[in-house]
């Protein structure tokens, strides 16, 4: 069971933010064990995605892959998506291919970028997956907090991306 506490009590408590920091190390662990499995990529994604959708805050995590001028969702777990297919340029993971960078919204309901999968979204952040400077995939991660996502998790998820680059 997580206890999910406004970004504002996160930033003031040293001690959440202790134990977030430690919940990221056991993730990042236990994803290091998942891709050293030889398992088929849709297995491996799964699982990934899983382990990150326990974490704090974290109600959806979506891994899509850029495949042509389209992002092609390849693993997921929290809520269900319609999107399974995103024209690059559309919506906030589109964004980031446009901007081959992260890109983090606060409030999903105040930009108009944002493509409604669910009524609960309040803030997403999309992290970018390259070999070189090419981007090859991205993660996607929703929140029903509003704010949820900062320089962290951001360094964090940047981390992760790192790790499933191999795979694409």
Request: glycine share 6%.
């Amino acid at each position: 069971m997580h206890i999910s506490l406004p970004s504002s009590a996160r930033d003031h408590s040293g001690t959440l933010e202790r134990i977030v920091k430690a919940e990221h190390r056991l993730a990042i662990d236990r994803i290091d064990s998942a891709l050293r499995a030889t398992n088929p990529l849709a297995y491996s994604l799964a699982e990934v995605c899983r382990i990150l959708q326990r974490l704090r805050g974290y109600t959806g995590v979506y891994v899509y892959a850029l495949e042509g001028d389209n992002l092609v969702l390849k693993g997921f777990q929290g809520r269900p998506t319609e999107h399974t297919r995103i024209p690059a340029g559309e919506g906030i993971c589109g964004a980031s291919v446009q901007a081959n960078a992260t890109v983090i919204v606060a409030d999903v309901c105040s930009d108009p970028r944002y493509l409604a999968c669910n009524l609960e979204t309040r803030s997403e952040i999309v992290v970018p997956i390259f070999r070189g400077e090419t981007y090859l995939a991205q993660i996607d991660v929703d929140s029903d907090e509003p704010g949820a996502f900062d320089s962290d998790d951001e360094a964090f998820l940047a981390d992760i991306a790192r790790r499933l680059e191999p795979l694409f």
